[in-house]
T-cell receptor
Framework: AQTVTQSQPEMSVQEAETVTLSCTYD???????LFWYKQPPSRQMILVIR??????QNATENRFSVNFQKAAKSFSLKISDSQLGDTAMYFC????????????????FGKGTKLSVKP | DTGVSQDPRHKITKRGQNVTFRCDPI?????LYWYRQTLGQGPEFLTY????????KSRLLSDRFSAERPKGSFSTLEIQRTEQGDSAMYLC????????????FGEGSRLTVL
């Protein structure tokens, strides 16, 4: 069974600074996706960034980037130039791929990290 | 806005009552998922549909829980004989699957069982 661990329940950062959220996972699968989702207070969860395990290059999306270490089963999220709107719960998630390709339905989430961006 | 919508947003019920939640996915999405999220935890997978077929169910989905997606469009999640432990946020998501694996979530239906 796959597990996802986020060891930082809460973090805070000053506006415009950089913060890194940690995530480790455990799996025996070789083909999978990893995700970071953001859940703002009382709002729906949205995708921040996605990484395919077969890609060595780390994914980036504007101010968001990941450090994917497949051998270490580590998948951290770096937020640069933090903004007040980044305040949210951040969830790391794992999804294995089906044998013939394409995703399965089951996203496995960590417990989340509550990020507060302070002015 | 044509995102995922869930109804009701909040439901308070007494233990032993039945409740039903509805989810309307993004119209062109063929996959629909149900997750449960309790306070301080990440969402936990319950079940998912591809079109009208229920392809996977979690062990969390006890026999008091049933989900349907009769015409491959909206879905309902029914909880019978509710228990206090059922109090949670029930999240629905949809995707154009299998695709990239990105799920689009609704705002959730919060259930409180007294």
């Amino acid at each position: 069974a796959q597990t996802v661990t986020q060891s930082q329940p809460e973090m805070s950062v000053q506006e415009a600074e950089t913060v890194t959220l940690s995530c480790t996972y455990d799996t025996s699968e070789s083909n999978y996706y990893l995700f970071w989702y953001k859940q703002p207070p009382s709002r729906q969860m949205i995708l921040v960034i996605r990484q395919e395990a077969y890609k060595q290059q780390n994914a980036t999306e504007n101010r968001f980037s990941v450090n994917f270490q497949k051998a270490a089963k580590s998948f951290s999220l770096k937020i640069s130039d933090s903004q007040l709107g980044d305040t949210a719960m951040y969830f790391c998630a794992f999804m294995k791929l089906q044998t013939y390709g394409g995703s399965q339905g089951n996203l496995i989430f960590g417990k989340g990290t509550k990020l507060s961006v302070k002015p | 806005d044509t995102g995922v919508s869930q109804d009701p947003r909040h439901k308070i019920t007494k233990r032993g009552q039945n409740v039903t939640f509805r989810c309307d996915p993004i119209s062109e999405h063929n996959r629909l998922y149900w997750y449960r999220q309790t306070l301080g935890q990440g969402p936990e997978f319950l079940t998912y549909f591809q079109n009208e077929a229920q392809l996977e169910k979690s062990r969390l989905l006890s026999d008091r829980f049933s989900a349907e997606r009769p015409k491959g469009s909206f879905s309902t999640l029914e909880i019978q004989r509710t228990e206090q432990g059922d109090s949670a946020m029930y999240l629905c998501a949809s995707s154009l699957g299998p695709g990239t694996g990105e799920l689009f979530f609704g705002e959730g239906s919060r259930l409180t069982v007294l």
